[in-house]
């Protein structure tokens, strides 16, 4: 029974992973679009949505079969309950490529807003952000994902500089505050990913030291961040 | 034990709900606060987030004891993982109403912005469909769930004219910029307020007629606003 259990978080796991690649995807195909001004990766990454939604179901379904039919408790069980969760934010994420995806499509229709600001920058952090959770999710690794929780802090750092780059450019160029605010739009979209994997990362560290650190944690970041 | 884990489960409900009403006070502070330029109010708001965490924290535990306890299978065992996922939900709403007051003291620096946008009836909308997913939650209401879906897409409604009109605002006068940007801000987080009352709401209606209706609730939301 116990081995049997086993192989099915084994293969629940896997599935979470394959899951995140997906999302993964998304989102670095949502960043590249924005970058290269690619309106057909933007609609690639509308296409792909619907898949990511499955992927939520499946794994879901499995990790109920999996309670009921094992009845894991203590680390166990809060593995399974935090893959529940875990999928929850990454379908999410795939949500935030997705409002970046259709915001590009709608600013390319615009001439180029070329701000000093560095947006390409957000995007791969919030990409490197997503794949690193995953990894740390698969190795147990509380010290990579508390690689995150400081990535995240940082991120929280360059989006306030974009948003008072472009303010700036939108008070001197009237004419670019469409662009403008679509561009905060998505580097808001780029910072909500990055918070998700920042609680993948959190319950990570949750599971791997049998602490809740989520509010602490939270509490800490709020008091530099305040 | 069949009675015990009733009991249980229903102290589990109440803590919910109370949590919620917590959460939706934060959501109705933050919104008077904007409204009435009230940064008192404000940061009673961010003294509040304490509590919800902990809140959160206690829920957890609780779900799980009961899970590792009495070992509930079918819709009982989707009922408590529903909660674990739902705490986590009004964790983050609260989070969002702490972030709409952190703005609403930065607006309070400015001189008042009045446009003719409805941001008013945004805040009220979200707090309602806050107030209503509990009560869906607490009657187990798949109707009532419904009408928050429906709710939803007004919202997203709303939220497009006052972006539209926060950027002619801007446009005209390009010193209301920081402030129209705030603005804009501000309704995307009780934007995404009611977009988590709406996951709760979807997972009512799944706890109550065991279906997955939430990607296709979704896709056909998708189709209907793309």
Not at 105 to 134: F, G, W
Not at 175 to 183: F, I, M, N, S
């Amino acid at each position: 029974m116990k081995r049997h259990f086993d192989d099915e978080l084994k293969q629940l796991k896997e599935k979470v992973f394959r899951m995140g690649l997906k999302v993964e995807e998304a989102v670095a195909k949502a960043s590249g679009a924005l970058i290269e001004r690619d309106s057909k990766k933007a609609e690639a990454v509308l296409r792909g949505d619907q898949e990511i939604n499955l992927s939520e179901i499946e794994i879901d379904e499995l990790g109920h079969e999996l309670i009921a039919l094992y009845q894991p408790a203590a680390v166990d069980l809060r593995f399974v309950t935090m893959v529940l969760k875990m999928t929850s934010d990454l379908e999410r994420m795939g949500d935030q490529a997705v409002n970046i995806a259709e915001k590009v499509i709608q600013i390319n229709q615009e001439p180029p807003l070329t701000p000093s600001v560095d947006l390409p920058k957000i995007a791969q952090t919030a990409r490197a952000m997503v794949r690193e959770a995953l990894d740390a999710f698969m190795e147990k690794d509380a010290k990579r994902a508390k690689e995150i929780l400081e990535k995240d802090d940082v991120m929280d750092t360059i989006n306030d500089q974009v948003y008072d780059e472009l303010q700036k450019v939108m008070q001197e160029k009237p004419e670019t505050v469409p662009q403008g605010v679509a561009l905060i739009m998505v580097s808001h979209n780029l910072e909500r990913i990055a918070d998700l994997a920042t609680n993948i990362a959190e319950d990570v560290i949750y599971l791997a030291r049998g602490i809740d650190v989520r509010h602490h944690i939270r509490e800490r970041r709020e008091e530099t961040t305040l």
